[in-house]
Nanobody, 123 residues
Framework: QVHLVESGGGLVQPGGSLRLSCAAS????????MGWHRQAPGKQRELVAT???????NVADSVKGRFTVSRDNARNTVDLQMNRLKPEDTAVYYC?????????????????WGQGTQVTVSA
């Protein structure tokens, strides 16, 4: 099991910046991917940005050039720096971690989520 605790978020004006942080505890040695997803009202949860343990990033086109995901494997943390925020970035942001375990020939994967933190971009 992995427990994810988020911090940050809040209300910001368009064009502003926010930073989200997430700390993992528990079976952190099995974490392979960490990052962020978000869910806006009436929409499905979507990927924002994730990083593998060796630094390979997966970033949504809608946030490229504005959001930066960073990860500290030693501290088991992942941050999301959000710049030039837009009203359409308004959503609940969820910290995400994927655990991989088991033998190489049959790797198992489990997904874990934080409780979510609200980000509202409005004038």
């Amino acid at each position: 099991q992995v427990h994810l605790v988020e911090s940050g978020g809040g209300l910001v004006q368009p064009g502003g910046s926010l930073r989200l942080s997430c700390a993992a505890s528990g079976r952190t040695r099995s974490i392979s991917v960490m990052g962020w997803h978000r869910q806006a009202p009436g929409k499905q949860r979507e990927l924002v940005a994730t990083l593998t343990t060796n630094g390979r990033a997966n970033v949504a086109d809608s946030v490229k050039g504005r959001f930066t995901v960073s990860r500290d494997n030693a501290r088991n943390t992942v941050d999301l720096q959000m710049n030039r925020l837009k009203p359409e970035d308004t959503a609940v942001y969820y910290c995400y971690a994927e655990l991989q375990y088991g033998p190489v020939e049959r790797v198992m994967r489990d997904d874990y989520w934080g409780q979510g933190t609200q980000v509202t971009v409005s004038a």
